[in-house]
């Protein structure tokens, strides 16, 4: 846990420095290409845009940690929307979004149960789907099969999301009609969100199955040859047993690790499908605040997705105990 | 004048008409622009205002979605693009509306009128205007926004617009001190009558009326906007959330005509404009915004759509900052348009969906255009005069770039290939929109687009007069600011045109920029919605649209 913090911490150092780098100005981006530069002035002047970069960012860790509140003077900022600037102190306040106009937590949250509805759905078949596929080419390998279905893989994983979004739009959007080409998730157009959710959900599963498949079918084939095995086919056990308990609980442990990872991604990652869909995703959000140099949303974007990723890698460490009793142990 | 009579210019102008020596656009600009009604405009030139007609046959209530960004619009009058004034036009308005037609109609006001040497103009305002919290439009209202859109805290454009005519401005330690150049500047008569006593003579006075900027904005909500918030609009704001949605609904009690339809919404699909495509094709919205020149084929395909196009002057333009070498040098800006094809620009960027350009910012729509012998394209003169101005081993320089329009990054990657045959390395650097206007006006060369505006010498004040906050090439030129003033002074057109025609030859001799294209703009909408004009700049007025069953 003390490791996961320092983690954290360093990873907002480095979030600091590298959004320090980007080119231009936060009250210039507030007021716009044609406010005066006196007026550029007396925001960057009271949102203390002018302090020495350490002083901003412990002021910053002030914020979020609830340590310390966030004081503006409203005189200068009344003619710019800032009315909903977060002055309240407690833990995970992220500060104004200059993007959005504001909270960030307002918009951060949302963001990410969107990202995580859509990545619900799409592991939710996902995941059944590549462990049955890659048993399934495991225990039938160099078979026409473990052939036919590992091309589906290596196809389906090799193009890139942009073309299935393109492809899928075109057959069921343009040519068919029967799905909604965009998921913003607003009711719009008679179409509920479960059917917005189709297309982007599917060409994460197009992207993604293949290759947890690819993967499942590898430990398959391995623990497949461990001699416990073998002397469980030698003792007479049903295939059906051997699979379940011998073969398969034990071929897990390696996908588990990538099957976890692949909910960092399809929560954080998946940026092209969120654009091409216009999905409001946690990506997408992302994405939008770091063109636009929203600096206070890709930090909190930034931590939120460290957090997940430790989350993640924590409950495989639990999964991989589960699923070997040797660890339990370690 | 009294305002009750015609103005003494309008009896010329309507032989102008009949001898056929001026357009009828030309008559209904210039007519209505000098207080004639739209309606007594359109009678004398034999035609009866369609829309008018067609309004009141249209049907009642439904929702139309758009597809359109959405951006913060929190201080109406500090907008940077006519774009998202779509967002505040529905509940705040403006004194005058200039429509699809490119003519300027009474809006907020009821007439306007102006002395012969124009600089009195005296507007009056309809007395039946009221805001949608109860209290009645005034002349008091008019002038608390005015003196708004002057103070530089707001920072609205018009400042640098209303400068040359309304205001002394004076820089005192670095600080901008603006006032009315006369106390009597704007001048309340009544209740429902004002004047606007000039510095200099104006004919544009109506047609700045409408600049997106110049809303109406109540004095007792202190200008704040935003969902709720009180306006004189057909529409009250409902809902807005920035990147995502913005939800208007109908005032019933408007007091003009009410919209036909009961809520217009507008939905942001983010920056890839195939999204917004998908979701034209799928019906999720009902229009967009604007399509992009190589989205039009998917667009005509859809049997549900209708397409829309027009020629505008919409344009783009390479600023060359006249302070810094080699852009000081005019021979060098001359060279750089020279070595320029327009045709071919037009051909390579916007698939001949536009017109090419002349490097003189006057669009063949504008009333006040006058054509000149084409400049160029010349290489070969080009690259003399780079040797003349001592840059015979040529120049190398960086070219920003929106990425937000593709085809702005289309056609200056081409004019960068056409410039390397005079020897001029131009490294096309594409930025992505946030970050490219921070870099408007302090990088030496940049490309940028403008919007459409209904008079070549409106944008001329705007851009190319010294001084001014958007002539960010700091150029000057005496003879220029001062034949600006003498075509802002003429009524009739085609004397107006004469001058203006010396200030294109000014700007395509000595001028700050490139410019090589004028713009075709095109939209779609369902079938099912009615009464929508592809406006040049863009504007969408909810109000008079409305939706089939």
Redesign the interface.
């Known amino acids: 846990m003390v490791q996961s913090c320092i983690v954290v911490l360093a990873c907002t150092m480095l979030v600091f420095i590298a959004t320090e780098a980007t ?3 936060v009250a ?2 507030l ?9 550029v002035e007396i925001l960057t002047q009271a949102l203390g845009l002018n302090d020495p970069a350490y002083v901003r960012y412990f002021r910053w860790l002030g914020t979020v940690t609830g340590l310390s509140s966030v004081s503006i003077d409203p005189q200068a900022t009344k ?3 800032l009315q909903s600037l977060d002055t309240r102190t407690y833990f995970g306040n992220f500060g104004y979004s200059t ?4 909270p960030v937590n307002k918009v951060l949250w949302e963001r990410l149960a969107n990202s995580a509805l859509l990545a619900g759905v799409a592991l939710a078949v996902i995941i059944p789907i590549s462990i049955a596929v890659g048993v399934l080419c495991g225990l039938n390998r160099y078979s026409l099969l473990d052939r036919t279905l590992s091309i589906v893989c290596v196809v389906t994983t090799a193009i890139p999301e942009f073309v299935w979004g ?1 492809l899928l ?1 075109t057959i069921f ?2 040519k068919l ?1 029967v ?4 998921a ?1 998730l ?1 009711l ?4 509920s969100i479960a059917q917005q959710l189709v297309l982007p959900a599917l060409v994460l599963i197009l992207v993604d199955f293949g290759y947890i498949a690819r993967m499942v079918r590898s430990s398959v084939i391995e623990v497949a040859n461990k001699p416990y095995v073998r002397t469980a086919v030698l003792k007479g056990l049903g295939r059906t047993e051997i699979v379940l308990k011998h073969i398969l609980r034990n071929a897990m442990i390696a996908p588990l690790t990538i099957i976890l990872l692949q909910i960092n991604f399809l929560i954080s990652g998946v940026v092209v499908t969120e ?4 999905y ?1 995703g946690f990506g ?1 959000m992302l994405l ?1 605040a770091a ?3 929203d600096i206070a949303v890709v930090q909190g974007a930034a931590i939120v997705s460290v957090v997940l990723a430790i989350s993640t890698q924590f409950l495989g460490d639990i999964g991989y105990r589960l699923l070997n009793p040797r660890m339990r142990g370690a | 004048m009294s305002d009750d009579n015609v103005h003494f210019a309008i009896p010329a102008l309507v032989d102008q008409w009949e001898r056929r020596s001026i357009s009828r656009r030309e008559f209904l600009r210039t007519a209505t622009l000098l207080g004639m009604s739209a309606a007594a405009a359109y009678r004398i030139v034999g035609l009866s205002p369609a829309a008018l007609a067609a309004a009141q046959a249209l049907p009642q209530g439904g929702t139309v979605r758009i597809a359109h960004p959405i951006k913060d619009v929190s201080n109406p009058q500090a907008l940077n693009w006519f774009q998202f004034a779509d967002l505040t036009f529905p509940v705040v308005q403006t004194l005058t509306r200039i429509g699809a037609d490119n003519v300027t109609r009474p809006h907020l006001a009821a007439s306007w009128g102006t002395s012969p040497d124009l600089r009195s103009w005296t507007i009056k305002l309809r007395p039946n205007a009221k805001w949608r919290k109860g209290r009645p439009f005034t002349v008091d209202d008019v002038i608390w926004n005015i003196k708004r859109l002057i103070d530089p805290a707001t920072g609205s454009v018009s400042l640098g617009l209303m400068q040359p005519y309304l205001l002394n401005v004076s820089e005192t330690d670095g600080k901008k001190k603006v006032e009315l150049w006369d106390a009597n500047a704007v001048e309340k008569v009544d209740d429902h009558t004002f004047k606007l006593n000039l510095k200099i003579p104006q004919v544009t006075i109506p047609e700045d009326l409408f600049t997106y900027t110049s809303v109406m904005l109540d004095p007792e909500e202190n200008g704040a906007f935003g969902i709720g918030a009180n306006g004189t609009g057909p529409f009250e704001m409902a809902e807005f959330e920035v990147s995502k949605r913005a939800v208007y609904r109908k005032w019933p009690g408007y007091w003009g005509t009410p919209a036909n339809l009961d809520v217009v919404e507008f939905i942001d699909f983010g920056d890839d404009p195939n999204a917004a495509i998908a979701a034209l094709a799928s019906r999720q919205v009902d229009g967009l915004y604007q399509v992009a020149q190589d989205l039009l084929p998917a667009v005509k395909n859809m049997e549900h759509v209708k397409v829309y196009s027009a020629s505008t002057a919409n344009n783009a333009t390479l600023q060359l900052d006249c302070t810094q070498k080699p852009w000081s040098d005019p021979r060098v800006r001359l060279a750089m348009r020279l070595a320029v094809d327009p045709k071919k620009q037009v051909e390579l960027a916007v698939r001949g969906l536009g017109t090419p350009g002349e490097h003189h910012h006057a669009a063949p729509v504008h009333p006040d255009y006058s054509p000149l012998p084409p400049l160029g394209p010349d290489p070969a003169k080009a690259k003399q005069l780079l040797a003349d101005a001592g840059y015979a081993d040529g120049i190398t320089a960086d070219a920003y770039v929106s990425s937000n329009l593709p085809w702005t990054v289309a056609s200056l990657e081409g004019m960068a290939d056409e410039y390397r045959a005079i020897g001029v390395n131009l490294n096309v650097k594409t930025i992505p929109g946030s970050q490219f206007w921070e870099m408007w006006g302090k990088v030496p060369v940049i490309y940028s687009d403008w919007s459409h505006r209904p008079l070549a010498i409106q944008m001329y004040a705007l851009v190319y007069r010294t001084g001014v906050d958007w002539n960010t090439p700091k150029w000057s030129n005496a003879e220029f600011d001062k034949l600006l003033d003498e075509a802002s002074s003429i009524i009739d057109p085609v004397e107006r045109r004469k001058v203006v025609a010396k200030l294109e030859q000014i700007l395509q001799q000595d001028g700050p920029m490139v410019q090589p294209i004028w713009l075709d703009v095109q939209t779609a909408y369902d079938k099912r919605v009615l009464n929508f004009t592809l406006h040049p700049a863009l504007c969408i007025f909810p109000e008079e649209l409305a939706l089939s069953a």
């Open positions: 080119p231009g100005s210039r981006k007021l716009g290409p044609f406010a005066s530069a006196q007026q003619n710019w929307s993007l959005y106009k504001k393109i739009i959007v343009l009609g799905l909604p080409g965009t913003p607003q719009s157009g008679n179409w654009v091409i869909f216009a409001p997408r939008e063109l636009f140099g």
